[in-house]
């Protein structure tokens, strides 16, 4: 492509000795450049550009440059060593491990949309019921719930009774009338879409409900025996590792290397040069290659999430109606859910500049370019980081027209019809990739909040402050300022920008009444279920004070914090979406840059591409096309006149 368009522009210029045959075209461009008409300025040797092969060649090195950091986090926690698992053991009857999983397998049964907590030496595992806030006890193979210790089920169960005893009692010191509200608000849209799971698991497979969760104490064995008994290595031997052989690893691992093969593929046909006259099939590249990186996220999450769950090994090899059941220690865990969430930051972030570039050209993937700063600044979107835009400004003139009418002129009228279709199809994927995000973050938060409150227990001096009074309520202060910025972000979009016209792809505006019932709605949402993950996050004042005195997180306070858990990330991820990587103006460019020239021939290289420059134009100054980059956009456009007279060249 770069080639091609020095031979363009040697063919055009003025300056015969730029077009003598002996010269090459390093040395043409260099004399068309600002200092090429002064007899004392000489190119130097070492401005030849990279080869060809060379260009390709790192362009397949930045694909797995890209991906390599996945597939490595994947790949080492998967290998954790057996004894670096973690028993589900404690003082009596007040410890154990707490996880939650939507879809059942063989070694460990789904347990819906509630928190379960398994311990070794504890027969029945323990849940707590919502709305009621009361935690039960589940029958082995039979789904009859026993609430009460003293019903006459227990009489043979004495450590399921003594646990459900001690949850009883965190429960009802734990909850008052404010925590049971803030438990019911933040259950209900968690329920509502973890429930066709839990029904298809239940009904589609045989490994939904914890009334299928194995024993957690052997028939014939002691409490303290069975406890002694899971903690040696040879019973640890015994653990099913479901993140190391489980189905989820693989996908995770194909869906990786698809997803570098197809970046590296978008960045050989840019740079080859082979597709200078059809621009369209690289950006379906680069579609395809965000899909796959969307399917990732979620192919990831879903690995990562097993690393907060439990781990079982039969105490006995021929025995698998017992378990002793291990956990990943909280920063292993902790680390398997962080690196997913840099995956999404990624995606979301090469979503946006992917729809820029369907709108104003392709860009290479695997190459940062340093540019000067004083043209930088004089280019529309320079303080984003971002030179995919309507107005670039450089030094010398392409004459080879814009991205516009060249792909026009390529793929004809349809083809930003198809690129606002495949755009569309992977704004959809990018809310389901958010609600995956968000049923992953219940137990990631549990496992977080786990992990300070047992550091904050070992801490001493300055870090313990910090932790105890910094740390620990951190994840509260962090919803109330992501409810305050979604509520700021949904005036704007509502009532200061008419995001509604651009959704529904309308060229008259939408209602006020409209468009305030849905601010209303929205925003009145917004409050409750930043207050409700508020007042669930912030920590007991034993925590805070002297955590070394305080008892462990009781079922009661997991589930409150996933749950809380649940809303924040939605929260977060909606706020990014909308600030950060938005994307719906140029969809509705894109929808409209498609039908521009279908009804009439003549005019695709004139009127057509004047009237669709003119229309971002106005919806940049008009502030309508994100309030993010707004006030950036409309300074560009107020001073185009002025850059483009300055510099010897701005071309769109």
């Known amino acids: 492509m770069i080639r091609r368009a020095r031979r363009e522009q040697s063919s055009l210029s003025d300056d015969d000795d730029s077009t003598d045959e002996g010269d090459d075209l390093e040395l043409q461009a260099w004399r068309e450049g600002i200092y090429g008409e002064m007899p004392d300025m000489r190119m130097p040797r070492y401005y030849y550009e990279t080869r060809t092969w060379i260009l390709c060649l790192r362009s397949i090195a930045g694909a797995v440059a890209v991906v390599s950091p996945f597939y490595l986090v994947t790949n080492h926690v998967s290998n954790i060593l057996t004894s670096g698992f973690e ?5 009596g009857s007040t410890s154990g491990c707490t996880y939650m999983r939507f879809w059942g397998s063989d070694d460990l049964p789904g347990s819906g949309f509630s928190f379960v907590r398994v311990m070794n030496g504890v027969s029945r595992p323990l849940a707590l019921s919502v709305p009621g806030a009361q935690p039960y006890a589940v029958e082995w193979q039979t789904k009859k719930a026993h609430f009460s210790a003293d019903d006459v089920y227990f009489h043979g169960d004495p450590s399921t009774k003594y646990a459900l005893e001690h949850q009883v009692r965190s429960a009802e010191e734990y909850f008052d009338w404010q925590r049971r509200l803030s438990l019911a608000i933040m259950k209900l849209p968690l329920c509502f879409l973890v429930a066709p799971l839990t029904w298809m698991s239940e009904h589609w497979t045989d490994h939904g409900g914890m009334h299928l969760v194995p024993s957690g104490l052997c028939a014939g064995v002691a409490t303290v025996s069975m406890v002694n008994q899971c903690e040696q290595d040879d019973v640890k031997e015994r653990i099913y590792n479901h993140l190391r052989d489980g189905s989820s690893r693989w996908i995770v691992i194909s869906v990786l290397v698809l997803w570098c093969l197809c970046l590296a593929m978008h960045d050989l046909m840019l740079l080859s040069g082979m597709f200078d006259d059809d621009f369209a099939t690289p950006l379906y590249v680069s579609g395809v290659a965000a899909f796959l990186q969307g399917i990732a996220c979620v192919a990831l999450f879903t690995w990562a999430v097993g690393a907060t769950e439990v781990f079982p090994a039969p105490l006995v090899a021929e025995d698998p109606s017992c378990m002793c059941y291990y956990q990943l220690p909280s920063f292993q865990a902790v680390l398997a859910l962080s690196t997913p969430l840099l995956l999404v930051y990624d995606w979301m972030r090469r979503l946006r500049l992917l729809a820029m570039s369907c709108l104003f050209g392709d860009h290479v993937f695997s190459a940062v370019f340093i540019a000067p700063h004083h043209l930088v600044r004089k280019t529309m979107l320079w303080s984003q980081g971002i ?5 670039v400004v450089g030094t010398m003139k392409d004459p080879s027209g814009s991205w516009y009418d060249q792909m026009m002129a390529q793929s004809g009228p349809n083809a930003f019809d198809h690129l606002s279709c495949m755009l569309r199809g992977l704004w959809v994927l990018r809310f389901i990739v958010s609600i995956r995000v968000g049923l992953s973050a219940a137990p990631f938060m549990v496992r977080a909040k786990e992990l300070l409150f047992s550091v904050s227990q070992g801490a001493t001096g300055d870090s313990s402050w910090i932790l ?22 949904l005036h704007d979009r509502f009532l ?12 008259d505006k939408a209602s006020p009444c409209v468009r305030w019932s849905l601010f209303l709605v929205l925003s009145g949402l917004t409050v409750i279920f930043t207050a409700a993950s508020a007042e669930g996050l912030w920590p007991e004042y034993m925590y805070m004070v002297d955590p070394k005195e305080a008892e462990p997180p009781s079922l009661a306070q997991a589930e409150v914090w996933g ?10 991820i909606c706020v990014v979406m909308m600030e950060a990587f938005p994307i719906d103006a140029e969809l509705f460019l894109l929808s409209k840059a498609g039908d521009e020239k279908k009804d009439s021939k003549d005019s695709r290289s004139s009127r057509g591409s004047r009237s669709f420059r003119h229309d971002i134009g106005d919806r940049a100054s008009s502030e309508e096309l994100s309030p993010s980059s707004s006030s950036s956009r409309r300074k560009c456009l107020q001073a185009s006149k002025d850059h483009c007279e300055e510099t010897r060249v701005c071309f769109y």
């Open 468 to 489: 105890r009074y910094v740390a620990q309520p951190f994840p509260s202060i962090v919803v109330i300022v992501v409810g305050i910025l979604m509520v700021k972000n």
């Open 387 to 391: 030179l995919i835009s309507p107005k």
């Open 496 to 507: 200061r920008h008419d995001v509604v016209r651009v959704l529904v792809r309308s060229n």
């Open 87 to 91: 028993p589900c053991s404690g003082s």
């Open 563 to 572: 749950s809380a858990g649940f809303v924040c990330f939605i929260l977060v």
